[in-house]
């Protein structure tokens, strides 16, 4: 019920909004359009736990791999590799590897089994390189040492673009608040001197 009543809450809030900053006859149809729009596209977003969820696992991915890999290449059966590194990590990433040792002990396809892990380019990854590899535990181990190496070198990537991106939007404010100090105390007494001169003239 929580769930349902944000969406309208906040539909009806902006549809409201908009109605008024458009007015007229087309200010109730334009605020209609757009709020049901707010609506939709919040009814469409998963709820706060599962994204906090999905985020811890995605985090946790590239070391839940590791593991994986090392279980596999000492020669563990993909489904015990699971259950072991379930036990090790516990948590969401845990409880996900755990519904993956089910389905494969009951004799699930190895694309469906991993695909339990999420919903992410990376899990369908895994998921390819479980179907691929199914009577290869060696391969399957260094597909997956492969893409924890992938999936750290892209965060390395997203953390320094965003380090970068922070730089530019620090320096913006700093620009705005000089701007005004350079016009009044650098181009304000030029511009007074000169326009002085020529009245004076």
Known sequence: MTRMRRPVIVGLGIGATV???VGGWPGPVVGLVVGA????WLRRQPPREVADENER???????VADLLGAALRAGAAPVTA???VAEAVGGPSGQRLRRVER???LGAPATEAWSYLGDTD???RIAAAARRSQHSGAAFAGALFRLADDLRTDRLIAADAAARRAGTLIVLPLGLCFLPAFVLAGLVPVIVAVLGDVLSS
């Not at 696992?57 to 070391?63: H, M, N, R, S």
């Open 19 to 21: 109605a008024v900053v």
């Open 37 to 40: 729009v707010a609506f939709w």
């Open 57 to 63: 696992v995605a985090e946790e991915l590239p070391f």
């Open 82 to 84: 699971a259950r072991y």
């Open 103 to 105: 389905l494969l002990s």
């Open 122 to 124: 990376a899990v369908r």
